[in-house]
């Protein structure tokens, strides 16, 4: 324990360098907790991007993970993504709040499943327009299928935002314009009046 002690030549001393102690302490302890979370973070969206033959390079697989995280982080959702050789078949455990993008390029198969408040959100055909538009575009034969994927989770990502920020609002109404929007009026009205 003596390791810990502080030793000093007055009270003021002695309370600067406890206080001084507890902080290095204290950031040592804080420095390794989000070291951890980081790691973590790393892990999970290693863990949600299913690529066992690894079709997809560096880049595009740290574009993907870091779509996840993000995903996860921002709005609570999971997102995983399956890239297989054989056929796609849809998965047995999904819960209310993942987010599955599965396709084969081998066999030209893409599957979108979205959870149903997601769906409702983004609204219903959007999930069935990439698997049917998007993706069978991007999978034909003189197509680059990994920017048809990074596209599919831009969209994906670009559509929940839109969502958070609210529609786009109109253009404010400057005095000329409304002078303009008055005098066309005005102009109507003197025409359909006899």
Do not use: C
Not at 152 to 178: C, D, F, H, K, Y
């Amino acid at each position: 324990m003596a390791l810990f002690s502080v030793r000093a030549q007055g009270p003021l001393e002695h309370i600067v360098r406890a206080l001084a102690l507890m902080l290095v302490v204290g950031l040592t302890i804080w420095g390794f907790w989000a070291n951890s979370q980081r790691h973590s973070e790393r892990l999970l969206a290693q863990q949600n991007l299913a690529d066992p033959d690894r079709r997809l390079n560096e880049d595009e697989r740290a574009q993907v993970q870091e779509l996840i995280t993000e995903l996860r982080t921002r709005y609570g959702l999971e997102l995983r993504v399956h890239i297989t050789r054989t056929e796609l078949t849809a998965p047995k455990e999904l819960n209310a709040k993942t987010i599955y993008v599965g396709i084969s390029p081998n066999t030209g198969q893409s599957m979108v499943l979205l959870p149903p408040l997601v769906q409702n959100a983004l609204g219903a055909d959007f999930a069935t327009r990439l698997t049917t538009e998007h993706f069978p575009f991007h999978l034909a034969p003189d197509k680059n299928w990994q920017k048809g994927l990074l596209l599919a989770l831009e969209l994906i990502r670009t559509r929940l935002a839109t969502l958070q920020t609210g529609p786009a609002t109109t253009q404010p109404v400057t005095p000329s314009a409304a002078a303009n929007a008055t005098n066309g009026a005005t102009v109507e009205k003197e025409r359909t009046t006899p």
